[in-house]
């Protein structure tokens, strides 16, 4: 009997000690940064703003990301890129694929039905790349009977079908794949915002060969998505990006990847970030 209690104490002194060790560690993240990292969805094609290069990700987007993360206690080695064509942000956030999503990523209300959004970070422009050589197009009233190029999902190729029915809008999965149409004349004109035609104007490949025609007809807020509702990560972000513009990080990367382009940010810029929405 004796060995028995002796037995049974040492049984539930072993216990004691292995849930102790089990406790003893850090609890495992569960989303919002820290040690489980975060997967963030960024456009690949986008010189200056979102772009894959090997295994180098550079760009104004994926500097803000970087940033934030920082902010969320992720460190730049634990961010797993993830590409995101603008036809699927929406998707992406929604089924948890990415944490959050920086890619050039206007703010509108059919958008904030599906996802939420942190920002602006950014005040762009819609405005047109066209060849060097053309001196037809002078803006987007000068577009009728021409072929025009622009992304499947995209805001741009929205208000071009809104606005100026008379042109034939051709859409293609990402801005990438109308540079060489245009190029060899397939297209007259590609259309997205000032910010990504700069980036693609200065690319080494096609400098000399493009140029964008200078008057914006929209107004695109850049802002960070998230899951629907998620309002603890959408203030998080939103505090960070206040912190970037504040400390003047947000200018040094603004001018270091969009600088070399000769771009310079319109009006409303640096912006001040709302309350989620």
């Known amino acids: 009997m004796k060995a028995r209690r002796i037995g049974a104490v040492a049984a539930a002194a072993a216990l004691a000690l292995t849930l102790a ?13 820290g040690d489980s990292g975060l997967k963030i969805g960024i456009k690949f094609d986008q010189p200056g703003m979102g772009l894959k290069k090997g295994s180098e990700y550079s760009g104004f987007d994926v500097e803000v990301a970087k940033y934030v993360a920082k902010e969320l206690g992720t460190s730049e080695d634990k961010i797993t890129w993830v590409q ?6 929406e998707t992406l956030i929604q089924t948890g694929q990415v944490d959050f999503v920086v890619a050039t990523y206007s703010i ?3 958008r904030k039905e599906k996802v939420s959004f942190a920002g602006p970070y950014f005040i762009a422009g819609q405005d047109l790349l066209i060849r060097a050589d053309d001196s037809s197009i002078t803006g987007p009233d000068s577009l009728t009977g021409k072929k025009l190029c622009s992304v499947t999902g995209s805001t741009s190729a929205q208000k071009v079908k809104d606005k100026y029915p008379g042109v034939q809008l051709q859409e293609f999965g990402t801005y990438s794949e109308c540079l060489p149409a245009l190029q060899t004349g397939g297209v007259d004109a590609l259309t997205t915002d000032d910010t990504i035609l700069a980036g693609y104007a200065a690319q080494e490949q096609y400098k000399g060969k493009f140029k964008v025609v200078g008057k914006p007809f929209s107004e695109e807020n850049y802002g960070i998505g998230v899951k629907k509702g998620d309002t603890a990560m959408c203030t998080k972000i939103t505090d960070a990006i206040k912190k970037m513009i504040s400390d003047g990080s947000w200018q040094k990367s603004l ?9 310079k940010p319109g009006a409303g810029n640096p912006p001040t970030p709302a309350a989620c929405s």
Do not use: K, V
């Not at 060790?21 to 940064?33: K, L, N, V």
């Not at 995101?84 to 942000?89: G, H, L, W």
């Open 21 to 33: 060790a089990c406790g003893s560690g850090q609890p495992a993240a569960t989303g919002g940064g």
């Open 84 to 89: 995101a064509p603008s036809a699927q942000r």
């Open 108 to 110: 509108t209300d059919a």
């Open 255 to 263: 001018d270091a990847n969009l600088g070399p382009a000769g771009y």
